[in-house]
């Protein structure tokens, strides 16, 4: 681990679902720390998160992808009051272009809603590979009420390659 080999792959699967309700705070939902000196140029990491919200009360819901502090791609939606568990979904695929402190990658990502809602992304940037960075995905509501929540109920992270 750690050494940039391709033969190894992580994997990383959390199944454990994650509620945020009742709170104007961006809250991560769920993440995954990626192992300091393990991207090496070409490789590629693939996220994918999904789960549900709803509103007691009518609010606007933002779902961001981050690296680290760096945030890759942020969606917001209005969402009505009554909702009830509608489905949303992040796909992200993170190609690392150099290795090092001063990095770089490019990535391209989706997040959809159930209300027809798709936000695509991509963009390139840096990141120093020679220590952990977490990818996660952050949910933030616009108003605090119990009823209205964002659940992740899963996230697959892994290097593809």
Do not use: C
């Not at 509608?86 to 770089?104: E, H, N, Y």
């Not at 940037?125 to 009823?147: D, K, Q, R």
Request: glycine residues 8%; negative net charge.
């Amino acid at each position: 681990m750690g050494d940039g080999n391709p033969a190894y792959k992580y994997e990383n699967t959390n199944t454990t679902a994650v509620t945020v309700s009742n709170t104007t705070t961006e809250t991560t939902l769920m993440s995954f720390t990626l192992p300091a000196n393990e991207l090496a140029a070409g490789q590629v990491v693939r996220l994918h998160g999904a789960g549900v919200y709803s509103a007691s009360a009518a609010e606007n819901l933002t779902i961001k992808i981050k690296l680290g502090s760096t945030v890759l791609q942020a969606v917001t939606i209005s969402v009505s009051a009554g909702a009830s568990n509608l489905p949303w979904s992040v796909d992200l695929m993170l190609p690392v272009k150099t290795a090092g402190s001063s990095g770089t990658y490019e990535y391209d990502s989706t997040v959809t809603f159930a209300v027809p809602t798709l936000a695509a992304g991509n963009a390139s940037g840096s990141v120093n590979t020679t220590t952990t960075n977490a990818l996660s995905i952050t949910a933030t509501h616009s108003v605090a009420n119990a009823g209205n929540t964002a659940t992740q109920r899963h996230m697959e992270t892994e290097r593809l390659n």
